[in-house]
């Protein structure tokens, strides 16, 4: 595998581009780091697949990562954080931080009267994961999920700011508004860049937990604790490696979160 | 490859279920024929995808296909037909029948005006291979073709009588009634799920060109063309393989289109 990044990377991987989200909020909390980002959109999107089958993506694409050299794995995808994370842990060497972890812990700090939304995909919804996760740091808040397969969608249709689309969300908070949460956990990357749209439909009384914040700060933590910061002061890279080209939606993303990709690639990738 | 058809069995695959359409028309017309189907969930959808990505997926299928003694192949995916059966006719010695010729024949045949609208994925579209294969048969159509990538997960998600999927009906047509049509071809093989919507948006004065029924009858006479109809008096089975089984939408599919599926297994295919 040729990289043209000096230090170490930080692997970064979601099914598709909207894991962009968590590297443009890594390139705010850690300017230094370089980054190598793969989105697998010969596959995307896995929010409507099993577990087996985005656990084996996941493996196939940590082991990409590692062989680039990467320090740390970031799962910047929340249905493989779902699935995915305790199994890459046994088997990769190197720290992984998910992005539901951080985003849980988020939301249990923010509520104050203990019932908690999660906005997801299907698969993310089903595993559990979020619910299993707060329960863990407090069981006294009660979790309602409901998974939203068609905010992906209307995101890439480019349809942000749209009558359409405050319609869907307005249909999909309909059960947590009912379930009286204060907190709302935007459960996929790609949803942050609803966030204004969300924020309206729910009201000043619910306040938004974004994933993509949250995990930065884990892996800031983390490579402090494993001693792992690259000691540079000039900006970090940003490799971007796709395994199908056809994403119009990359150069719309990359500009609405400010990026800059340094170098940009198509591989594919070996199954296993 | 095991498989418990006993005549040769008619392939039918299509990135995930919608090709399920085909076979509800394949099984009116033919109902004696043995059908092997195969829904590539694990890595649904194609119609955002390339074209060199969407043919090494068609191959890796079609292999699969004629492994288990397939005696046709027809490819139940708009885009997957737009994009590989010129390669598949190449690469394989059975015949290969798609959707897309026979719904721009059908297309063709029906208009009045010469104006002919296609609804279809981001890749179809930009395949051009509906507007070819019209011009091919008669140089004075005019062909205006929109992407409309909303539908599929309006039809997953079961929103087919919404006023939601109404309004975006009406928005993905707005262009084409500009175009002053009177022919519409529904270019995915999930869309006839949503074809009264359509119609209802659409207006009388527009026909309706479903490539589901006009496959089929392109089967059918592929098949007598070469002597391959089977000689039974019984009905023919039909069996279900998925690359994935996270798929709720199935039962829905097959329940809506009238289907009985005599067995249903998931494998995982080998990328090459």
Redesign the interface.
Known sequence: VNTSLGNRPIGVFDSGIGGLTVVAALRRLLPTENILYLGD????PYG???P??VQRYSREISRFLTAANAKLLVVACNTASAMAVPLLRKEFDVPVVGVVEPGAAAAVAATRNHRIGVMAT??TVRSGAYENAMLALRNDVTVTSHAC??LV??I??GWVEDV?TD??IT?YLAPLRQANIDTLVLGCTHYPLLAAAVARAAGDHIALVDSARNCAEAVKTTLQNNHLMTPADTDGRLEVVL?????AFLVTAAKSLNLEIDNLRIEHL??T
């Open positions: 959109t010969a596959r995307v409507s697949k099993s087996a089958t299907r698969a397969p068609l969608p209307l890439e249709e359409i319609q869907v249909r395994t199908d080209p056809a994403d070996t199954e």
